[in-house]
T-cell receptor, first 115, second 117 residues
Framework: EAQVTQNPRYLITVTGKKLTVTCSQN?????MSWYRQDPGLGLRQIYY???????DKGDVPEGYKVSRKEKRNFPLILESPSPNQTSLYFC??????????????FGPGTRLLVL | AQSVAQPEDQVNVAEGNPLTVKCTYS??????LFWYVQYPNRGLQFLLK??????LVKGSYGFEAEFNKSQTSFHLKKPSALVSDSALYFC???????????????FGTGTQLKVEL
């Protein structure tokens, strides 16, 4: 089944304790992206990757890191989490970035609580 | 810059009645427009999109949306609502004339649809 998977689905952590949220897609998609969803703000892009070893900042990159060493994986790293990073996180991927190839497919989400 | 507005936080509809969820957008160039639905504790599911061509776009689960360039709108519609349609709906836009930013979608704040018996 074609899908985007994220782990963990739920995470409670404490301020300053490094964590990684994994994202993997099995559709051979070139483009991957991370979003965070907050009430009243919709989804905002954190980072994106056009292909392996190519990443760039989105609208709200502060406090986050990413890497794209393999095409299928795009982990989100919080080096020193803070309470304002408490949110619902979504990973998404698309075949390409133009025309009909750019529909993004989303993972199930990771709900993070930073105490 | 690209932006999306969903003017209604919540829409209530009786089952069997038609529903409309409103979306307006702003882009510098030409838009790609999308609708996604989010069920409780689930990720976003793609419903439909407008890239080019026919202004009336048909999507999953009987939903459709009409692209109106003069009104910069892309309202989501369904002729007969079901209780199972109750969910959070997001409109999103990408300006395909925008350089840089990858495939960034700009999302609205979401509209909660509640369909009652």
């Amino acid at each position: 089944e074609a899908q985007v998977t994220q782990n963990p689905r739920y995470l409670i952590t404490v301020t300053g304790k490094k964590l990684t949220v994994t994202c993997s897609q099995n559709m051979n998609h070139e483009y991957m992206s991370w979003y965070r969803q907050d009430p009243g703000l919709g989804l905002r892009q954190i980072y994106y990757s056009m292909n392996v070893e190519v990443t760039d900042k989105g609208d709200v990159p502060e406090g986050y890191k990413v890497s794209r060493k393999e095409k299928r994986n795009f982990p989100l790293i919080l080096e020193s989490p803070s309470p304002n990073q408490t949110s619902l996180y979504f990973c998404a991927s698309s075949l390409g970035t133009s025309g009909r190839s750019e529909t993004q497919y989303f993972g199930p989400g990771t709900r993070l609580l930073v105490l | 810059a690209q932006s999306v507005a969903q003017p209604e936080d919540q829409v209530n509809v009786a089952e069997g009645n038609p529903l409309t969820v409103k979306c307006t957008y702003s882009v510098s160039g030409n838009p790609y427009l999308f609708w996604y639905v989010q069920y409780p504790n689930r990720g976003l599911q793609f419903l439909l999109k407008y890239i080019t061509g026919d202004n009336l776009v048909k999507g999953s689960y009987g939903f459709e949306a009409e692209f109106n360039k003069s009104q910069t709108s892309f309202h989501l519609k369904k002729p007969s609502a079901l209780v199972s349609d109750s969910a959070l709906y997001f409109c999103a836009v990408r300006d395909w004339g925008l350089t840089g930013g990858g495939n960034k979608l700009t999302f609205g704040t979401g509209t909660q649809l509640k369909v009652e018996l």
